[in-house]
């Protein structure tokens, strides 16, 4: 049975690899995956197109996936996200519980962070640091909190492995991304870079930033598929925006 420990969150070797928010990053912390693979997972999981936020279910269960088991703690203290103990409170409390060879995962300010012995790892930090790190948000709100523990071998499921495309006629992903594009008055910009993977970007005028209003997620794309999801949901947006 292989021990679960933190590591460094891994955002891979690719654009495609890489994925900013920090439910993927905890997995990858304690998995090895890549973020964009643990984004990949939870998706899967979730049924959901894209990843703004992950729920504790959709976390926990991409974790059992990888072989890794999540059990609430609270060691009697108070956990909620208005009037629960602070990270703070929560580290002081727990000096005993918290030994080298244990692993925490909490959620703390709407935070998903790790916690083994005396060391910290999130998506903001990305590599193992101290407790007593300045940048940790020590005065945040503790509302969850789960031991982890490996039920074996921890693996990479196959399904967030990203699969290879194949070409799929004209009414491919592609060409559904671009007749979207030009219904919305939008373009398709394509960054080759020279490795085999691709970036889009979708090209637009207007006020509106559809990443910072929880729209989509990121400017950029690593494959047709994820351009046509993106342009489906600007179009969504801008249905309801208008009725």
């Known amino acids: 049975m292989k021990n ?36 990949r997972l939870i998706r899967h999981v979730g049924g959901r197109k894209s990843i703004k936020g992950s729920t ?8 059992e996936l ?3 088991e999540s059990k609430r703690q609270t060691f009697g203290l108070t956990l909620n996200r208005s009037s629960g103990v602070t990270l703070a409170g929560w580290l002081k409390a727990t000096v005993k519980e918290r030994t080298a060879n244990r692993v925490f995962l909490i959620v703390a300010g709407w935070h ?20 007593k790190d300045k940048r940790i948000k ?19 499921p196959s399904e967030a492995i990203k699969p290879k495309r194949v070409a799929c006629g ?18 398709i910009s394509i ?18 930033d559809y990443v910072d209003l929880g729209v989509i997620e990121g400017h950029c794309s690593y494959d047709w598929q994820e351009v046509f999801w993106k342009l489906q949901e600007i179009e969504q947006h801008q249905r309801k925006k208008a009725a």
Do not use: F
């Open 112 to 131: 998903w962070q790790l916690v083994q012995g005396r060391r910290y790892v999130c998506g903001i930090l990305g590599s193992p640091a101290s407790i």
């Open 170 to 187: 004209a009414d491919s992903d592609r060409g559904k991304a671009q007749r979207l594009a030009k219904k919305l008055g939008m373009e």
């Open 191 to 208: 960054e080759r870079t020279g490795y085999g993977d691709n970036s889009y970007w979708i090209d637009y005028e207007g006020k509106d």
């Open 66 to 68: 990888c072989g890794i």
């Open 138 to 156: 020590r005065r945040a709100r503790v509302s969850e909190v789960y031991e982890l523990t490996s039920m074996g071998a921890i693996t990479t």
């Open 56 to 63: 504790s279910w959709e976390v926990k269960r991409s974790l």
């Open 4 to 39: 679960v420990n933190i590591k460094s969150v891994n955002h891979g070797n690719t654009a495609a690899d890489r994925n900013r928010y920090c439910g993927p990053a905890v997995i990858s912390a304690v998995t090895g995956m890549t973020t964009g693979e643990a984004a």
